[in-house]
């Protein structure tokens, strides 16, 4: 079983940044693809970001290319979400994820964190 805790979500305003981490709670991580997703109030949760187990790829949704920068240290078991240039449309609940493919679709990542809370105000 792998634990994820997110942090590093908060209030912010139009056009500012925030990092996100997740630290996972196993000595496999480097075994694992990191996703992130989110979900807005009344939408369903979407794909974000996603990074392989070495770092050596990525994944972006559309919406956040150019200003938003996924990345992992397996040495500290950590991945990151660098938030640049936010919008109000970015504004949601943001979950780590942990799977052994490296891919966008949220099934297939088999461990999740308990999400954190990202506002941004205009």
């Known amino acids: 079983q792998v634990q994820l805790v997110e942090s590093g979500g908060g209030v912010v305003q139009d056009g500012g940044s925030l990092r996100l981490s997740c630290t996972a709670s196993t000595r496999t991580f480097n075994r694992y693809a990191m996703g992130w997703f989110r979900q807005a109030p009344g939408k369903e949760r979407e794909f974000v970001a996603a990074?392989?187990?070495?770092?050596?790829?990525?994944y972006y949704a559309d919406s956040v290319k150019g200003r938003f920068t996924v990345s992992r240290d397996n040495a500290k078991n950590t991945a990151y979400l660098q938030m640049n240039s936010l919008k109000p449309d970015d504004t949601g609940v943001y979950y780590c994820?942990?799977?052994?493919?490296?891919?966008?679709?949220?099934?297939?990542?088999?461990?999740w964190g308990q999400g954190t809370q990202v506002t941004v105000s205009s």
């Open positions: 994820a942990a799977g052994e493919a490296f891919q966008m679709g949220a099934l297939g990542y088999d461990y």
């Open positions: 990074v392989s187990w070495n770092g050596g790829s990525t």
